[in-house]
């Protein structure tokens, strides 16, 4: 009789975000389902891309104890999200790195992991399997109907723990860095494992994460059957999701552009009602007459997003959707400098007017530069870590609250895009939502919609 090799393993998954999230119902996100209970209250996990799990053999069983939602790595570093302590796995089928081509060995993968899941969910009570797992009572399967592509679940969680702001894990050691970012997560799916050539890593990340779970840098997560009859929003459907721009930064600057271009008093006030909200120091006499370009070019410097200006004051915003602080090589050089520094050593030694620096992202994205900009914090000495300070985050909710407001003030003749107005409202009140709003929200559309399928209801008039 054979004896089973048990392997230790932490998966690394990077989480679809924003975007691909929003347009749930065209992808069939179905990580919407990691942030909420079934009908029977449990916890269960579905692994980006496809539902898979690692590769198992009948030797050698790889035992994942932790499952680690984060970033995508950048610099030979992550930064981590949520840890999640594993119950089981549901299946042990691996599906392949490149992209699916959906033939009879993937077809037949993916049968097995299915018959694999039945069995185990058998187990926890459920006598139909896949079938009997529902979401606000309607089953896995009818919400999601792409069961010829994908896995539906991947595992039950025990416990998961969500960090206060992302931690950063950082492996400079070059045998741990190969072990770990020998994946560079453009299928969002990496692990590390006890038993291979370099099982130094494991041990290192492993310490790492119980270490964390033992901090206040983490609070352990109660999650909820998912409620029907909760105040959530359905969300509409508007012309910027139409023409698929949701996640657009040049989108989003060209909005802000012409909201500002055809306002200019609300530069000001916009600036002012920060101010308030975030502390941003300002002298609201500066803030008069003021005038606005956007993608603003500087010969050596960059691309500002919007450049709002007058005599006596710099106004720099840089929109933020999905991308992350940029870097240009220095000419003639390896070093590299990221956009924050060259923004704000050209306005600083420009003039002396007074600069304001304001980032303007996703509020699911906040903690994410506030770890970006700490790092490079901690990287500089005083004098140029003033830079980074400098820098004001401003969430999108923020946005969605100043223009809701002034929504009306657009509703004229001469403002070409009026009727626009409540679509733009609604974009940005989506990007003002957590991940796990986001999460919720699109579920309960998916819920919605799939009732109404089945009760025969789409498409018809009242």
Not at 127 to 142: P, Q
């Given at each position: 009789m054979s004896i089973i090799e048990n392997e230790g393993c932490i998966i690394l998954n990077k989480p679809f975000i924003g975007g691909y999230i929003d347009r749930s119902n065209e992808n069939e996100a179905h990580e919407l389902i990691n942030f909420f209970l079934d009908d029977e209250g449990k916890h269960f996990i579905y692994c980006s891309p496809y539902g898979q799990n690692v590769k198992s053999t009948k030797k050698k069983e790889k035992r994942v104890?932790?499952?680690?939602?984060?970033?995508?790595?950048?610099?030979?570093?992550?930064?981590?999200?949520?840890?999640?302590?594993?119950?089981?796995?549901?299946?042990n089928v691996s599906l392949p790195k490149q992209t699916l081509k959906h033939d009879e060995t993937i077809k037949n993968k993916i049968t097995e992991a299915q018959k694999q899941?039945?069995?185990n969910l058998k187990k926890l009570g459920y006598?139909?399997?896949?079938?009997?797992?529902?979401?606000?009572?309607?089953?896995?399967?009818?919400l999601f109907t792409d069961s010829i592509k994908v896995i539906p679940l991947t595992f039950l969680a025990k416990e998961i723990y969500k960090v206060t702001s992302p931690i950063k894990i950082e492996f400079l050691d070059g045998e741990d860095a190969e072990e770990i970012f020998d994946y560079n997560f453009q299928r969002n799916f990496g692990y590390v494992t006890s038993k291979s050539k370099k099982p130094k890593a494991y041990k290192t990340l492993e310490k790492k994460i119980e270490d964390i779970i033992q901090t206040d840098k983490v609070e352990k997560q109660t999650f909820e059957k998912f409620v029907l009859n909760k105040n959530v929003t359905i969300k509409e459907v508007t012309f910027i999701d139409l023409i698929s721009m949701f996640r657009q930064e040049e989108c989003y600057t060209q909005i802000l552009y012409k909201l500002f271009d055809y306002k200019k008093e609300f530069i000001g006030e916009f600036v002012e009602f920060l101010a308030k909200e975030k502390k941003i120091g300002c002298d609201s006499a500066v803030l008069n007459g003021l005038e606005i370009k956007a993608e603003y070019a500087i010969e050596g410097v960059g691309r500002l997003d919007l450049y709002a200006y007058n005599s006596s004051v710099n106004i720099i915003m840089e929109n933020k959707i999905d991308s992350g602080i940029n870097y240009k090589k220095v000419k003639n050089t390896e070093e590299k400098i990221d956009q924050l520094k060259r923004y704000y050593e050209y306005f600083e030694e420009k003039n002396a007017a007074k600069n304001i620096y304001i980032l303007i992202c996703p509020d699911e994205k906040i903690s994410y530069l506030e770890a970006e900009i700490k790092s490079?914090?901690?990287?500089?000495?005083?004098?140029?870590?003033?830079?980074?300070?400098?820098?004001?985050?401003?969430?999108?909710?923020?946005?969605?609250?100043?223009?809701?407001?002034?929504?009306?003030?657009?509703?004229?003749?001469?403002f070409e895009y009026r009727k626009y107005m409540d679509d733009i409202i609604e974009i940005f009140r989506r990007l003002s939502l957590t991940r796990q709003q986001m999460c919720e929200e699109n579920l309960l559309n998916n819920i919605e919609k799939t009732r109404e399928k089945k009760l025969g209801i789409v498409g018809q008039t009242p």
């Open positions: 104890e932790y499952f680690i939602f984060t970033s995508n790595t950048k610099n030979k570093s992550f930064y981590i999200e949520y840890i999640v302590k594993i119950d089981r796995a549901l299946h899941i039945d069995e006598k139909k399997g896949i079938e009997d797992v529902k979401y606000g009572g309607i089953s896995i399967k009818d490079l914090i901690q990287q500089e000495e005083d004098k140029n870590s003033r830079c980074y300070k400098s820098y004001n985050i401003v969430g999108y909710n923020l946005v969605y609250e100043f223009f809701k407001n002034k929504k009306l003030l657009y509703d004229t003749k001469d």
